[in-house]
């Protein structure tokens, strides 16, 4: 843009009569003047001196084509020329002169054509003084941070030096191709200068970068973030030691962001952007990755360590990790967001956005991975639990990444994360689908004694109460993964076998995959139990066991509102109807006998008690009652409920007509001794033992 | 995962799939199911033969590599997997050599997770190689602009050379002193990107892939073990080459090739890739390189030659000398640019492997789960 920047310089030294110049530069020679007439004053040796230093510390200038050589000796001898004394040369002042250089270079802007570049003396001054101060900064004998006043005057003079340098890489460009002879020498200043501009820049920025590097490392060090941001960098604060709590992350206080965003501006605008964002990615990606480990307690494990590992010990893992994520994602990522927005505020947006984005996005995926590792790792029943902690975990975070990352990296991170969710989504599909494989493998051929509740039963069932804590997320999975499954059939093998499949499609619509699932695992269940009824000897035993199992179950589902809720009333009413069967058919088979002794049928002929008969018959009852009270106070009811249901119903039948039977009958009996040989039990005697029975022990006679 | 491949991939499987359930239920399938199993071998040993010989080991070259990969993987499916009897495969020796493969499989995710990293350090050098480039396009040339490029390089060559040096020490090494001395030395690949886990190392990952890897004996080499045993072999050999090209943690001693079948026809063309890597990786190995990768190993060479400029240059430069770099420069430059536009691609692609092989994985499991339900005796 400033073509001409360097018009008044020309027009004061050498082409004063150039037309195309005079209009813009009647402020220029003032100007010039001005600095000369300072240079006088202020600057004496030390300008020669300045020049000279320039020269040592780049030796090649020394080798310079005559141009350069002529420019010296020229310098020296207006600088000569114009000293009397000296009071030392002062940065701030020599600045005040390059601000209006850089004024008159930008005025003279929108002029065209033919231009000679004066290089003031000043610039030389200026440059001598910006390399000392970096000499002092790079020898440590003055501390960055120590003042701010040093601090900021310094990056204003960076400031002017990537002005100049802007101004004078224009201005040779722009003049590159002229050819007059005259110009020649000017351009040879011009490339001289723009060496030394170019030097003591790179000189400068070298060591913001490195200032810039250990600003950004030395928050690294816990004792060294200060969140009240008093002393952003200044060494010895161990005196607090505010402990790096997420809450504070990235931890850095807000002088020492300042600091950072001052650097970054003045290397950005220098043109050292991708130094400057080189350092930080890399810093922030260890400042992150330490955090995390350091922090959070969270440590890398490579997906093969993964499958190795002992499931305790994995299980431990995964706490840790969703705290992780978590905390990431409400804490960790926003604050790195917001650390690099305000480091690199003024300057590109999309610099910022792609620096953090690549490092949360980074982070993301190295997290996703984790979850997508424990999917892989073997299946086994008691992973269901976790791998649901870890899928809600996943699933809750999808939404808010829009926010989080830029566009970009929050579509790429929200891919894997449903890929990683769906790993564990069917992962906790075929882990809950292998329970029917347990149901169906447990084939044990002994039965339980005393037709007590099975332990499969109990394993099953608390299971499943287990599951149903998560039945929501199941209900998800279930159905994502019954759409997936209609998705693509032809590459996906199914979960089920056909059968299976048409069962469940012959479901009503409103049965829900899961749902469909639970009735199947409740179906395989029963019917497992049922074979296991088969093992029993006695049919009443068996009813005691079919009961047992069927009260337990009905039980745990009602006890746990979110299984009843799958499977319904109607189900429960279904289960309870199928319980009074079995009780009547016990009834029917373990006393019907007995009542059948209790009968008056057959006692009487012609209006006459059979004697013998009915001796017959006490003697049946009595034995028959004690084999069932021996037998049956073996079994066991541990439902109180039932246990007393079963009681409450037995002497209901068996008392009455036992009574009834003693009352009718009990007269044709001889009394005394004949009578207590036959009539052992009164009938609170029967109560009692009736109510002795299903109590799992043995009474034996008393 | 992107649903574009995703889609792709569902459409030539579902043809595949077409093509044998036709073919199954046809008579003479076991005829029909030989042939299968040699067009398969054959097909391996074209896309590998078809990998072009000049370029080996650069970026495009490894992209084609996968894409080959991915091309094998799913026909290995068709041929094994699909529409067959699930207790086909729960028949020794496969009930053996299948959970090996899957085993395999598992193992050469971690290695894709590595690579994945290492592109990522590879993205830095190429940052480094821009700062150069951008410095050393400059004109006119002077000594700050040089010295900022001589700056970069020298921290992209430290960091080549840093490869396989451990992350720990330069993880300590870097925590000290502000300014001492030159910042350049501080950077390595490994602190410029993520590490995976402690201990891990890519050498003992690829050496657990070979594990059991062996060719089928007698019978067993007719049958479904020879497809299983050659998509071993693919898949190991893959992972063995990004191994070679792209900076992993801890690769010593990979340099020599491990066993394929030197007489078969489909390991052929894999055998002479892996002559011409493993002697790439001999002359780099002791150098100490931070891989195969061409576009690096180029980038190596024209360092070295820009720093040696750099060391030697005085302004202003001559226009000789000046034209000699010029000309260096741009090709730095265009190896930036073909890594700017191909190592991302690259790390979706790998990506995309990556979750094709879960994929198929949980396909075989399931299959081999529905193979053992039937085998479980009913009540």
Redesign the interface.
């Known amino acids: 843009m400033e073509k001409n920047l360097a018009e008044h310089s020309g027009s004061f030294a050498r082409k004063a009569d150039d037309d195309a110049g005079n209009v813009t530069y009647s402020p220029v020679p003032e100007s010039d003047n001005k600095v000369d007439a300072k240079m006088d004053t202020d600057d004496t040796e030390e300008t020669t001196n300045s020049d000279n230093v320039v020269g040592e510390n780049?030796p090649?200038?020394n080798?310079?084509?005559e141009e350069g050589e002529e420019e010296k000796k020229e310098n020296e001898e207006e600088a000569v020329e114009a000293q009397p004394e000296s009071p030392p040369p002062n940065l701030e002042k020599v600045s005040e002169e390059i601000d209006q250089f850089l004024v008159t270079l930008e005025n003279s802007n929108n002029s065209k054509g033919k231009t000679t570049l004066e290089i003031p003396k000043f610039l030389v001054a200026f440059l001598d003084l910006l390399e000392q101060k970096i000499t002092k900064?790079?020898s440590?004998e003055a501390k960055w941070a120590d003042s701010l006043e040093e601090d900021s005057l310094f990056l204003e003079a960076v400031n002017r030096v990537s002005n100049l340098m802007k101004h004078f890489?224009e201005y040779?460009?722009s003049h590159?191709e002229e050819e007059q002879e005259d110009q020649e020498n000017v351009k040879g200043k011009t490339?001289f200068m723009?060496?030394g501009?170019?030097?003591?820049?790179?000189?400068a920025?070298?060591?913001l970068?490195?200032?810039f590097?250990?600003i950004i490392?030395e928050s690294?060090n816990p004792n060294k973030s200060d969140p009240k941001g008093k002393q952003p960098v200044a060494e010895g604060s161990e005196s607090e030691t505010p402990t790096e709590t997420a809450m504070d992350f990235p931890g850095f206080g807000e002088e020492t962001v300042t600091n950072l965003r001052k650097i970054a501006r003045e290397m950005i605008a220098g043109?050292?952007d991708?130094?400057c964002?080189?350092v930080y990615?890399?810093s922030r990606?260890?400042a992150f990755?330490d955090g995390l480990y350091r922090v959070l307690g969270y440590?890398?494990?490579?997906?093969?360590?993964v499958?190795r590992m002992p499931w305790e010990t994995l299980e431990r893992e995964i706490p840790t990790w969703i705290n992780t994520w978590k905390e990431c994602l409400a804490v960790w990522f926003p604050g790195e967001r917001r650390l690099a927005e305000e480091v690199f505020t003024t300057e590109a947006d999309a610099a910022a956005a792609s620096l953090y984005g690549n490092l949360l996005g980074?982070?993301s995926i190295?997290l996703v991975?984790f979850a997508?590792?424990v999917a892989?790792t073997k299946r086994a029943g008691e992973k269901l639990f976790k791998l649901l902690d870890m899928f809600e975990t996943l699933r809750d975070a999808v939404p808010s990444m829009e926010n989080l990352f830029p566009e970009d990296v929050a579509w790429e991170v929200k891919?894997?994360t449903t890929?990683a969710k769906c790993?564990l989504g069917?992962a906790a599909v075929?882990i809950f689908c292998d329970l029917e494989?347990s149901i169906?493998?447990e084939?044990g051929k002994t039965p339980v004694a005393g037709g007590a509740v099975h332990p499969l039963t109990r394993y099953i069932m608390n299971y499943l109460r287990l599951a149903c804590e998560y039945k929501d997320t199941l209900e998800e999975v279930f159905k994502e993964h019954s759409k997936m499954e209609r998705a693509?059939s032809?590459?996906?093998?199914?979960?089920e076998?056909e059968e299976n499949k048409n069962k469940i499609e012959a479901q009503k619509d409103n049965v829900s995959p899961f749902a469909a699932q639970l009735m199947r695992v409740m179906e395989l269940l029963d019917?497992?139990l049922e074979?296991k009824a088969k093992l029993y000897k006695e049919v009443a035993l068996s009813c005691i066991f079919m009961m047992n199992n069927g009260r337990y179950i009905v039980q745990k589902i009602k006890g746990s509102a979110e299984i009843y809720e799958v499977m319904g009333e109607t189900w429960c009413r279904k289960r309870s109807t199928e319980l009074r069967t079995y009780h009547k058919n016990y009834q029917v088979e373990a006393w019907s006998k007995i009542l059948s002794f209790l009968s008056p049928k057959g006692l009487t002929e012609n209006g006459k008690v059979q004697k013998p008969v009915l001796k017959e018959r006490f003697k049946s009852f009595n034995a028959a009652f004690e084999e069932i009270h021996k037998t049956q106070s073996a079994w066991v009811v541990s439902d109180e409920q039932l246990q007393s249901e079963l009681r409450v119903s037995i002497s209901a039948l068996v008392i009455p007509a036992y009574r009834s039977f003693l009352g009718r009958f009990s007269q044709y009996l001889d009394p005394g001794r004949q009578t207590e040989k036959y009539i052992k039990y009164q009938a609170e005697d029967v109560e009692t033992y009736i109510d002795e029975l299903f109590d799992g022990n043995p009474h034996g006679r008393r | 995962m992107p649903a574009t491949t995703e889609s792709n991939q569902g459409s030539f499987l579902g043809r595949i799939s077409i093509r044998r359930n036709q073919v199954m239920s046809m008579d003479g399938s076991h005829d029909q199911e030989l042939e299968d199993l040699e067009l398969f071998q054959k097909h391996v040993g074209d896309r590998f033969s078809e990998l072009p010989a000049d370029d080996l080991l650069s970026i495009a070259w490894l992209r084609r590599l996968l894409d080959e990969f991915l091309c094998c993987e799913a026909e290995f499916k068709a041929v094994v997997l699909m529409g067959r009897d699930p207790s086909h495969l729960a028949k020794p020796p496969l009930d053996r050599l299948l959970p090996d493969l899957l085993d395999r499989v598992v193992k050469s995710l971690d290695v894709c997770n590595a690579v994945t990293l290492g592109l990522d350090a590879l993205k830095n050098l190429q940052r480094l190689a821009e700062i150069a480039v951008v410095a050393l396009h400059h004109s006119p040339l002077g000594d700050g602009q040089v010295r900022r490029a001589k700056k970069a390089l020298a921290a992209l060559l430290a960091a080549m050379l840093h490869e396989d040096a451990t992350a720990k020490a330069t993880e300590r090494s870097r925590s000290f002193g502000r300014r001492q001395g030159t910042a350049t030395a501080k950077a390595s690949p490994r602190s410029f990107s993520c590490t995976m886990a402690r201990n891990w190392s890519a050498s003992k990952q690829i050496h657990a892939m070979l594990s059991n890897l062996a060719a089928p004996r007698g019978n067993e080499s007719s049958g479904l073990a020879q497809p299983v045993y050659v998509m071993g072999s693919v898949l190991v050999f893959v992972m063995w080459a990004l191994v070679a090209a792209v900076p992993c943690q801890e690769r010593n001693g990979l340099g020599t090739h491990f066993p394929l079948p030197r007489q078969v026809g489909w390991a052929q063309p894999m055998v002479s890739l892996q002559e011409k890597i493993a002697e790439e990786w001999k002359k780099k190995e002791k150098k100490g390189t931070v891989g195969l990768l061409d576009e690096i190993q180029r980038m190596e060479k024209l360092g070295h030659s820009l720093v040696e400029f750099a060391d030697s240059f005085q302004f202003p430069a001559e226009a000789d000398r000046l034209e000699e770099v010029k000309k260096q420069v741009q090709e730095l430059s265009d190896i930036c640019t073909r890594m700017q536009d191909g190592l991302e691609p690259l790390q979706l692609q790998i990506r995309e492997v990556f979750h094709r092989i879960v994929r198929s994985r949980n396909e075989f499991l399931v299959v081999l789960d529905q193979a053992g339900k039937l085998s479980t005796p009913p009540l």
């Open positions: 780049e090649k200038k080798e310079e084509k900064y790079d440590g890489t040779y460009n590159r490339e723009l060496n501009l170019c030097a003591i820049q790179q000189r920025m070298s060591f970068e490195e200032d590097r250990s490392e690294r043109g050292y991708s130094e964002y080189q990615a890399v990606r260890h990755e440590e890398k494990l490579s997906i093969d360590e499958q980074n982070v190295q991975n997508e590792s892989l891919t894997e890929s790993r069917e075929l494989n169906k493998s084939t693509d032809t590459s996906r093998p199914r979960y076998g019917s497992n074979g």
